[in-house]
């Protein structure tokens, strides 16, 4: 086995331990937008009938329309894991960790693919996906039941087999490898769609990706047009059921975008100018103000990290600064396209595409979980800054000098990204709060009691109104598995808010469990 590889298994480990240790303890509680996440879930199993007369009938959607409208996939694959696993808040955060896990080595295969070097280590490749497995910011959203942890997963390993497909036709391969490698990232590609609403952007960084690798196949021009069609054919068919249900929809497909929308503002440039300073500046100077999100306000890189990345763009625009050819900066590495300087700029325009969705909300900038599709990007120009000055050392002191502070840094990042998570973030009070903690100890109360006993939860909260309920009551349904009116019956729980008057007051004199969610 390579010396690489067992790097990249030691990554791994890394990656899995950051997100899957204590996983049924931390996060705290269980947020209502993921609680909303896991009634959608359960109703989904309730209404599923495979026995059902003229063939199964399935309750998983394309879309869920609640709390904004969400995209279904994610749904649906939590839904897999409550009915085996149960509905605890561990078991809806459960499919985030893998899908974090799996973005790690995709990070590792497409920085491998873009800056491609066929003798010796990668370090581009391992420091990319090591900085990945130690992120704060992507170890986060890792641990959370949102959607938008499938966004960097689909976007990353899409983009990786459609690289490696065109490079299987730069090595002569058979079109037989080329083709069926090109659909595979197309249906992956098209897969993210169902994902989070920013992936929407991500179609104009495929097309700069195709534009500029088209113009450079030279001879070979015939083979990638063949191997486009099959990977936007493949796209196509993956997106074309949620395509034709926003056509029966169209109120569902802009969601909340344009209720936060920045040219809602007064002065819609000026937002617009803030909002993009404001999210170029969160990697290494103030970072997301939501505990749910981040430590409030601390930058989203760890400040070697952030020092990389800046290192990582500089590096990029060298060439342009010096008026030098798009030759690669990086010896011993070979761009896919010769001399052109291919991978920065790729890397460059998916920050950008990334970042429209960011900075055009007017919402809580800078916003992480908004950010998350530039992560990977991040990662790997954070990277590019770690290997240059990986490589310039090289020779200029010895080798064993050079492992061992690099070693001791790389450990240095490992254990802050334990204290961060564990300790700094994860033992703040405000984390409980965020994570709506007293929601979940509500519902552990109503669980101790017996059915025969009645209980009224009285929602005197603010939120989006779901099926006649303030949305964090879904935290309480979920824990109790009451979002269906047949299980409320069962267990004798009914929902009511302060304008039911006569409901409590009734309540009240059969001496029901009364309690309040605040």
């Known amino acids: 086995m390579k010396r690489e590889y067992w790097w990249l298994l030691l990554i791994i480990i890394i990656a899995a331990y950051l997100r899957l240790a204590n996983i049924t303890m931390l996060p705290p509680g269980l947020y209502p937008d993921e609680a909303m996440n896991g009634n959608n879930a359960l109703e989904a199993i309730h209404n599923t009938d495979f026995s059902a007369k003229g063939g199964p009938a399935f309750g998983w959607k394309i879309f869920y329309p609640e709390n904004n409208g969400r995209e279904g996939l994610f749904i649906n694959i939590q839904a897999l894991f409550i009915k085996t696993l149960g509905n605890f808040p561990w078991v809806l ?24 070097k066929r003798n010796g280590v990668n370090i581009t490749a391992l420091l990319a996906s090591f900085f990945a497995a130690t992120s704060f910011w992507h170890i986060n959203f890792s641990r959370i039941g949102f959607r938008a942890i499938m966004a960097p997963f689909f976007l990353v390993w899409g983009v990786y087999l459609l690289l490696l497909s065109l490079r299987q036709i730069k090595e002569n391969k058979s079109a037989k ?115 749910r999100h981040n430590i409030a306000g601390k930058p989203e890189l760890f400040w070697p990290v952030g020092i990389l990345f800046l290192i990582g763009v500089v590096i990029g625009f060298i060439p342009i600064f010096r008026n030098q050819t798009t030759k690669n900066n990086f010896s011993n590495h070979l761009g896919f396209i010769g001399n052109f300087n291919f991978g920065f700029w ?132 979920f824990l109790t598995d009451t979002f269906r009116e047949e299980e409320r019956i069962a267990k004798n729980i009914k929902y009511l808010t302060p304008d039911n008057l006569n409901q409590i007051k009734e309540a009240q004199e059969k001496e029901a469990f009364i309690i309040y969610l605040n």
């Open 93 to 116: 955060r459960l499919p985030s960790a893998i899908f974090g896990i799996l973005t790690v080595i995709g990070i590792y295969l497409l920085t491998r693919e873009l800056f491609f």
């Open 346 to 477: 790729i890397l460059f325009a998916w920050l950008i595409v990334a970042a429209a969705p960011v900075v055009v909300s007017n919402e809580g900038v800078p916003h992480a979980l908004r950010a998350i599709l530039m992560a990977p990007a991040v990662f790997i120009i954070a990277a590019m800054g770690g290997a240059k000055i990986y490589e310039y050392l090289n020779g200029k002191i010895k080798n064993y000098v050079l492992e061992t502070v690099s070693i001791a840094i790389l450990v240095t990042i490992t254990f802050e990204a334990y204290a961060s998570y564990f300790i700094e973030w994860g033992k703040n009070p405000n984390v409980f709060d965020a994570f709506s903690g007293s929601y979940a100890a509500i519902a552990r109360e109503l669980n101790s009691l017996p059915n025969e006993k009645q209980k009224v939860v009285i929602v005197n909260a603010s939120g989006v109104d779901v099926r006649g309920t303030p949305m964090p009551a879904q935290t309480v349904m």
């Open 177 to 291: 490898f080329y083709i069926l490698t090109s659909i595979f990232s197309g249906i992956i590609y098209g897969l993210g769609f169902y994902s989070y609403i920013a992936y929407r952007a991500t179609p104009l960084l495929i097309l700069i990706l195709l534009t500029t690798l088209l113009l450079n196949m030279g001879g070979e021009r015939k083979k990638a047009l063949s191997l486009i069609a099959a990977f936007v054919g493949a796209t196509i068919i993956v997106s074309t059921p949620l395509s034709l249900y926003f056509l029966k929809n169209p109120q569902d497909f802009l969601g909340r975008t344009t209720q936060i929308s920045v040219f809602n503002s007064e002065a819609p440039l000026r937002d617009l100018s803030l909002n993009i300073v404001k999210t170029a500046g969160m990697f290494n100077f103030v970072g997301d103000g939501n505990w």
